[in-house]
């Protein structure tokens, strides 16, 4: 089972984000199990929950683990392909956000738009690298600042943005022959309030 998967494919994306699917997402990340005993675990109907299980299954968000003959019944045991999905900005091709379409640094929006980029395109390759039996190489680093004032945030993210001037210049290489372009995304945005349980 993989951590986390992007979902691509718009019929899977549509079929995960049923509320009795996604109860049954859920009991699947967290172990395997069969119709009888997700029935029990979300007081559903069996027959309910085999139409779903094999919606997800067609859609390739779960999988078959063992078959267990028991009398003269097969009990099909099976797992959520992922312990997580994300659902890529990409299956709303038509309306995926685009942050060419209008950047401005300083726009939330266009923070977003950067972000369901960032999903769709590493979405991508994290298929291609697991088709390929290879790892994807990234680097993410996150960390959290609090400032005294909106003028400190303004000055640190001048500051930021010229050390990532300063480090683009001395290794970027737009005639490096074997070379291939990283994308490199940095955002700042204020930590949403939570309460403490």
């Known amino acids: 089972m ?5 979902i691509t494919d718009p019929a899977a994306a549509g079929i995960s984000l049923d509320p009795v699917r996604a109860r049954i997402l859920a ?9 009888s005993s997700l029935a029990r675990a979300l007081g559903i109907p069996r027959q309910k929950i085999n139409y779903h299980l094999r919606q997800l299954e067609e859609h390739g968000l779960v999988r078959l683990v063992e078959e267990r003959r028991r009398g003269g019944l097969t ?3 099976l797992e959520a392909t992922a312990a997580t999905y994300v659902i890529s900005p990409g299956t ?3 309306v995926a956000p685009d942050p060419d379409r209008a950047p401005d640094r300083l726009s939330a929006r266009w923070l977003v738009a950067v ?3 960032t999903v769709r395109e590493v979405g991508e390759l994290l298929a291609g690298a697991a088709a390929a039996g290879k790892r994807l190489a990234t680097f993410t680093a996150t960390t959290e600042v609090r400032f005294a004032s909106a003028a400190d945030r303004a000055a640190f993210a001048e500051e930021l ?3 990532v001037t300063a480090l683009v210049g001395r290794y970027h290489d737009e ?5 291939r372009p990283h994308r490199v995304v ?3 945005h204020p930590t949403p309030h939570r309460e403490e349980p």
């Open 2 to 6: 993989l951590d986390l998967d992007v």
């Open 175 to 179: 005639s490096a022959p074997a070379g």
């Open 75 to 77: 009990e099909r045991v």
């Open 115 to 117: 972000a369901a980029r």
């Open 27 to 35: 009991e699947l990340a967290s172990a395997p199990g069969s119709a």
């Open 186 to 188: 940095l955002a700042i």
């Open 161 to 163: 943005a010229a050390a």
């Open 92 to 94: 709303l091709p038509g």
